[in-house]
């Protein structure tokens, strides 16, 4: 299906309370999480790095389910991913068109302004909700609440999985690199995490 302004396709899951929009190559994709539990922001610390090489990790994992080789870590991309996340989460929005500071307006004019060189690109995005984990403490004693950066990453990535075009992007044997970029906002008083995967074929 073609990709522009005036043509996009939606669906709602209901099942999930998932929306997604679909694009072919150069393929952009998002899923949104809606009904989130509500969370004290104060209280949320999440190492949005920590959360992005899980990301990153359970991505090449469905990757070698299918017999793909992994993806490659791309400092460029990872770059280039972790503005637009942050950009989203700083100004409110939640689009491949930026809104904000980041140079070029597309996804793929953002790649190219970050020096990206690759003839294939592609683009998923996400809005997740922290989900925190209770943990044991060092000393064996006590418990400490933090985000559960493995079963974030999980959710997210099945989630994808879960939607024919962000599914494509990540199965694509064309592409062999991959950054991700995550970010901490807020909305209506809600934690969530701004995830933005961009893919190259960049060997």
């Known amino acids: ?41 104060a209280r949320i610390r999440v190492d949005v790095r920590r959360l992005a090489e899980a990301v990153h990790e359970q991505t090449n994992v469905e990757r070698m389910r299918s017999r793909l080789q992994p993806l490659d870590r791309s400092p460029a991309l990872a770059s280039a991913a972790e503005l637009h996340s942050r950009d989203m989460a700083e100004r409110g929005y939640f689009s491949h068109t930026t809104k904000g500071w980041v140079r070029g307006k597309s996804f793929s004019e953002r790649l190219r302004a970050a020096g990206v060189s690759g003839r294939r690109l592609a683009e998923n995005i996400a809005l997740l909700p922290v989900r925190m984990a209770m943990l044991d403490a060092p000393d064996g004693e006590s418990l400490r609440v933090e985000p559960d950066y493995e079963g974030m990453a999980r959710e997210v990535v099945q989630m994808w999985m879960k939607s024919a075009g962000h599914r494509r992007n990540i199965l694509d044997g064309h592409l062999d690199s991959l950054g991700v970029g995550c970010w901490l906002g807020e909305k209506s008083g809600v934690s969530y995490v701004y995830v933005t995967q961009d893919f190259g074929d960049l060997r």
């Open 1 to 41: 299906m073609p990709w522009s302004c005036r043509s996009v396709a939606c669906l709602l899951l209901a099942t999930s309370l998932w929306l997604a929009v679909e694009a072919p190559p150069a393929q952009a994709q998002f899923w949104r999480r809606r009904n989130a539990p509500r969370v004290e922001q």
